[in-house]
């Protein structure tokens, strides 16, 4: 590395303000303690076990909304009932064209968030790479300033985790079965049979486009009644597009490719086409019927459920457009 | 009671993905830095992101200009370059990451049509400073800061 590229790095970091960047993976709530035990309980604090490595192996710390901080480990004298932010100090964005690396980056920040949930319940989670600028006073500035709406998300998230559900179709439905109780294409079938060349051709496409239009109104039928059935067993049901809104590169076409892990997830072969997903908040109690309900599901032919979670609710968590311009994101507090 | 329960071990990557990259609280403001703010940062995760209508949706597409021959070299990623994009440089990838990667994009290049590096495009903003703004942003207040002005100062100082 010259000088040159030393000093050039330098400028970057500075031009975009980020020499005291928090790289934030979630807000949680604390609960009040003395010298890493809860009071109430006796038992000991979560703050105190706190130890995991994060983005990047960056040692993760907790930073209160009064711009306290606790590296991980480290035991605080007494902890204030309040709400705090993990956070990791960082220079700059973490930016790699890699799908690996970015893999391994997104599974770390995803490591941090799920240990916060195991030490602190359901905590509100950040998207990956949001930093915040300003150091631990910037972020205990933003945790108080937003203090409102970050109770209320987690008041409502508390004791609830995300799952996703996938629907996907890996056979159409028989032709035979569509038939058999429907009069006007049953009607077609000797029409056709009996008509000239052109007609039959033509009967044909009419007989197809119908045959289309009652596969897909059997497939909204099934939606319909999964969503009815689904939505009193959670706290929030909402429905996604039907193809993910992320999915990485092919990179079969990069110099290491044949790797196991660079399967990036494609669904449409394995699950079939997906016919609807949708992201739940729901409580543990709530999952063994949603498993029987998705069960009666899968049981149908050319059918198949995909049921991940437990998540943190990502999908659930309050916006934060200040000063934005922006249409909202498509998030939801119930 | 039911055998069929929830599981993150099944090739869940898919899921991750999505609720690290798309889902999750953003900040919109000048205080906090996201992969939102592509216009100036995290050009390579773009490039490793596939999805591009969606990206394009929340702001994460290519911006108008982008040097696809330039990209698809510092990526390695040929096909990027028959894009259908403007063969204008920009300076929304200056400073970005410009360590650890140069060396690659270095070698690469040299085999592409365009002889230029991250290190070159410098130099050039720097000989016609704010050459380019006028090509770069197209989406209204994506911008947190321009940073070709703001290293100008810099790098003067």
């Not at chain 1, 079969?252 to 908040?281: F, H, K, N, Q, W």
């Not at chain 2, 953003?26 to 773009?46: C, F, K, P």
Request: charged share 30%.
């Amino acid at each position: 590395m010259t000088d040159e590229d030393r000093r050039t790095t330098t400028t970057a970091a500075a031009d975009h303000g980020l020499d005291e960047g928090r790289y934030l993976y979630c807000v949680v709530a604390l609960r009040g303690s003395d010298a890493g035990r809860e009071r109430d309980t006796g038992r000991e604090h979560d703050v105190a076990s706190f130890d995991v490595a994060g983005v990047d192996d960056e040692p993760v710390s907790i930073v209160t909304s009064t711009g306290e901080r606790w590296d991980g480990g480290q035991t605080p004298e007494s902890v204030e009932a309040g709400i705090g932010a993990i956070v990791h100090d960082c220079e700059e964005l973490y930016d790699a064209a890699d799908p690996r690396l970015l893999k391994r980056w997104l599974v770390q920040h995803q490591r941090v968030v799920d240990e916060a949930t195991a030490q602190f319940d359901t905590p509100i989670p950040f998207q990956f790479d949001t930093i915040l600028r300003g150091g631990d006073g910037g972020v205990g500035s933003w945790l108080e300033a937003e203090s409102e709406t970050l109770r209320r998300a987690l008041d409502t998230v508390a004791g609830l985790c995300e799952y996703r559900i996938v629907v996907g179709r890996t056979e159409p439905i028989p032709t035979a079965a569509i038939v058999t109780e429907d009069d006007e294409l049953a009607a077609l079938e000797p029409r056709i049979d009996a008509a000239s060349e052109g007609t039959a051709h033509l009967l044909k496409k009419q007989y197809e486009q119908q045959l289309d239009s009652r596969r897909r109104e059997r497939d909204r039928q099934l939606v319909a009644g999964l969503e009815e059935r689904l939505e009193p067993l959670v706290a929030t049901l909402q429905p996604l597009d039907r193809r993910p809104s992320v999915s990485l590169a092919d990179v079969s076409s990069t110099t290491e490719a044949g790797s196991e892990d660079d399967a990036t997830g494609d669904e449409v072969t394995d699950d079939g086409e997906p016919i609807c997903r949708y992201a739940v908040l729901a409580s543990d109690d709530a999952i063994d019927e949603v498993g029987s309900l998705l069960d009666s599901v899968a049981d149908r032919d050319g059918i198949t459920v995909r049921f991940t979670g437990p998540w943190p609710p990502y999908s659930f968590v309050p916006a934060f457009d200040e000063d934005s311009d922006e249409p909202p994101r498509q998030t939801e507090v119930p | 009671m039911t055998d069929f329960q929830p599981s993150r071990q099944q090739a869940d990557l898919a899921d991750v993905l999505e609720l690290l990259l798309d889902k999750g609280i953003v900040i919109n403001a000048d205080i906090a830095v996201s992969i939102g703010d592509t216009e100036l940062l995290g050009v390579q995760l773009r490039a490793a992101i596939a999805s591009f209508e969606t990206a394009a949706k929340y702001g994460l597409a290519f911006p108008e200009g982008t040097d696809m021959d330039r990209l698809a070299a510092a990526v390695d990623e040929p096909e990027l370059a028959e894009s259908d994009r403007p063969n204008i440089p920009i300076d929304a990838t200056r400073g970005v990451n410009v360590t650890g990667e140069d060396g690659r994009i270095q070698r690469d290049s040299s085999t592409a049509d365009r002889e230029h590096t991250l290190d070159e495009f410098e130099d050039d903003d720097h000989a016609s400073p704010g050459g380019e703004d006028d090509g770069s942003p197209k989406d209204e207040g994506e911008t947190p800061r321009q940073s070709a002005t703001d290293s100008q100062t810099e790098d003067d100082a």
